[in-house]
C-alpha cells in the first residue's frame, strides 16, 4: 500500500526545538504517511529530530518570526511567493496539506485554488491584533478559515476567542493540547554538580523560562524573596534579566536562593520537577496568545506529580477547578500579593495538593491523539 503524501507548512524560529511540530509529524508517520516539510526557520544548522522527513527550508529576510508590522508583512509575502514556486513547480502530489500559522491565509486560500489536497490550519497561535483589527485582513482571514477542511486549535478558549472575533465557525475543528509526548518523560538518575547538590539539598520552586515581563518574572521573584522561598530556573537567561531581578530582590538573595540553570533537556527537567516541591507558571494578559496560553510546561509538571500555583487566565484557571493539583489566584500574576497567599495557601495544603497531582502521572499523553489525528486527517 502507498504510504499517504502529506506537506507540512510553516514559520517558525527554531525548528529543532520545535516539539509540537514533532509530535504531529510522529502521530502521521505512526498512521502510516510520509510528510514533507516546507519550512522558514532560523536554524544555523540542519534542523535534529526529523527522521524520514525530508524539509525543504527557507530563508526570509529579518528572519522567521520578524518584529513590526511591515516586516512581518513583507515576510509574509517572500514566504507566500517562496511556497508558491514549490508547489505549483513540484511534480509530487499531495493528499494533505497541514498548513501552521493563523497569517498564512493565502496559502490556504492558494492550496485551494491550485490542488485538490485536503487543507488543515494549525491554529495553535492566534493571529496579532493588528491583523484582526484590520477588515481587509480579516475578511480574507474569514474565508480562508471557512474554506479549510479541518481547523486544528490548542483549547476549546482560542477557538471560542477566534471565532467570535472573526464572525465565523470552522466546517471541522479539533483540539491538540500541547501535552507531552512519551519519550520527553525519561528520566535520570543525578545532575552534574553543583545542580545536583543544590536541588537535594534545600525544598525550591521550579521555574522555567519566568525571566521576563510577559512571564511576571519580577513578580514572581518578589513573592519568592517574601516567602523566603528558593528556585531553581530553567530556560536562557540573559545578563540584563538577572541584573534586574537582583536589583530588585537583591543581589545577595538571588546569590544564596536562585540556581539559573539554563537550558536542559527533558529528562534533566523531569528530574528537577520531581525534586521540587512546587512549580509557577503565570503569563501576563499582554496579548489573546498569551491570556488564552495552555502551556506544555503546565502538563509535564503534573505528570511528574508537581502541584502548580497559576493566574486566572482562563485555561489556566479551567485546568486548576478540574484537576485540583494547585491553586490559581485572581491575577494574571502580575499582583505580587495574590502571588504571595496564594503560595502560601498551597504550601499549608501541600500534600493533599500533590496527591492530586499523583492521580494525574499516567494522563494527558500525546500519544493520545494518535488514534484521533489518524481519523480526522486520513480517514482511519
Known amino acids: 500500500m502507498t504510504p499517504i503524501s502529506i506537506l507540512m507548512v510553516l514559520r517558525t524560529k527554531n525548528l529543532s526545538n520545535d516539539d509540537r511540530v514533532k509530535k504531529e509529524i510522529r502521530s502521521l508517520q505512526n498512521a502510516g504517511c510520509r510528510v514533507d516539510l516546507f519550512c522558514a526557520h532560523d536554524d544555523s544548522d540542519k534542523p535534529q529530530g526529523f527522521d524520514n522527513v525530508r524539509i525543504k527550508s527557507v530563508r526570509l529576510p529579518w528572519g522567521a518570526a520578524p518584529k513590526g508590522k511591515g516586516r512581518q508583512l513583507l515576510n509574509l509575502a517572500s514566504f507566500v511567493l517562496h511556497w508558491l514556486c514549490f508547489f505549483t513547480l513540484r511534480k509530487k502530489k499531495y493528499a494533505l496539506v497541514w498548513i501552521h500559522d493563523p497569517v498564512l491565509f493565502p496559502v490556504v486560500r492558494f492550496t485551494r485554488a491550485f490542488s485538490t489536497a485536503k487543507v488543515i490550519w494549525d491554529h495553535h497561535e492566534l493571529p496579532p491584533q493588528w491583523f484582526l483589527s484590520s477588515k481587509f485582513f480579516r475578511e480574507f482571514f474569514r474565508k480562508a478559515y471557512i474554506q479549510t477542511d479541518l481547523i486544528v486549535h490548542a483549547n476549546a478558549e482560542r477557538s471560542r476567542f477566534l471565532e467570535t472575533a472573526i464572525q465565523a465557525q470552522a466546517r471541522d475543528s479539533l483540539i491538540l493540547k500541547n501535552y507531552p509526548s512519551s519519550n520527553t518523560l525519561r528520566l535520570i538518575d543525578t545532575l552534574e554538580e553543583p545542580l545536583e547538590s543544590w536541588t537535594k539539598e534545600r525544598r525550591y520552586v521550579y521555574l522555567q523560562n519566568s525571566l521576563d515581563f510577559a512571564r511576571c518574572g519580577i513578580e514572581v521573584f518578589s513573592a519568592l524573596k517574601q516567602l523566603g522561598l528558593s528556585a531553581v530556573h530553567v530556560g536562557a537567561a540573559n545578563r540584563i534579566a538577572i541584573d ?15 540556581f539559573f540553570a539554563g537550558t536542559r533537556r527533558a529528562a534533566e527537567i523531569n528530574l528537577l520537577l ?25 502538563y509535564q509538571a503534573v505528570k511528574n506529580g508537581v502541584p502548580v500555583i497559576t493566574g486566572n487566565n482562563p485555561t489556566l484557571k479551567s485546568f486548576i477547578v478540574e ?13 505580587i500579593d495574590r502571588i504571595v497567599s496564594g503560595t502560601r495557601q498551597l504550601l499549608e495544603n501541600l500534600r493533599y ?7 494525574l502521572t499516567d494522563g494527558f499523553k500525546w500519544e ?7 481519523e480526522k486527517m486520513i480517514g482511519g
Open 368 to 374: 493520545d491523539y494518535d488514534s484521533i489525528i489518524k
Open 274 to 298: 520531581r525534586r521540587a516541591t512546587i512549580t509557577m507558571v503565570f503569563y501576563r494578559n499582554t496579548s489573546a496568545n498569551q491570556f488564552y496560553c495552555e502551556p506544555n510546561r503546565l
Open 353 to 359: 495538593y500533590r496527591d492530586r497531582a499523583n492521580l
Open 244 to 258: 534586574k531581578i537582583k536589583k530588585t530582590i537583591g543581589a545577595d538573595y538571588v546569590e544564596r536562593h536562585i
Open 323 to 335: 484537576t485540583s493539583c494547585g491553586v490559581w489566584i485572581d491575577s494574571d500574576g502580575s499582583d
